[in-house]
């Protein structure tokens, strides 16, 4: 039963990964910015080897605390600020915002699914990824308040 739990799980979970690679290689072609692009592919190649752990885990190669957990801060500025509209040449700084949205998306989705299942490996599993996608959200806000409020040389 776990095993068929765990597969249904997994499987869109891979899915959601490739999209979200892919969502980051689209919003890369609306921008200018060299060092919002050069982020933008490393966040894809994050969502890259989330997809490569999760295809690794159902193929049995790792367990669940194969990812392990880590400590984020959460700036909350997803939660606070709108997200904007997708347009070619976007500013950095939406960049940035847009991005910590997607995350925030994921983090969610991987905590609600956590919170269904009963305690064991799908749950673990699960609370790591959400981990994982609050730690991309926390850097996408770090970034976007970088950029949205740059220090000056008055302080």
């Known amino acids: 039963m776990e095993d068929r739990i765990l597969l249904s799980i997994i499987e869109p979970a891979i899915q959601k990964e490739q ?10 072609g ?3 910015d060299p060092f919002a692009k050069e982020t933008l592919i ?5 969502e890259k080897k989330h997809k490569e752990f999760l295809i ?6 790792y367990g669940p605390a194969s990812l392990p957990m880590t400590q984020t801060v959460d700036y909350k500025i997803a939660e606070y600020l709108a997200k904007p509209d997708l347009e070619k040449n ?11 949205h997607r995350e925030l998306q994921s983090y969610n ?15 673990e599993l699960l609370l790591r990824m959400a981990g994982e996608e609050l730690g991309h959200k926390e850097k996408m806000e770090y970034l976007y308040a ?6 000056t040389s008055g302080g």
Do not use: C, W
């Open 30 to 32: 609306r921008v200018d």
């Open 90 to 100: 976007m500013l950095s700084k939406d960049v940035y915002l847009v991005a910590a």
């Open 56 to 61: 690794n885990y159902r193929n049995g190669r």
């Open 146 to 151: 970088n950029t949205a409020f740059p220090q």
């Open 42 to 46: 490393f966040v894809a190649g994050e």
């Open 109 to 123: 989705l991987y905590r609600d699914l956590a919170k269904i299942q009963p305690a064991g490996e799908a749950r």
């Open 19 to 28: 999209d979200s690679y892919d969502f980051y290689l689209d919003l890369h």
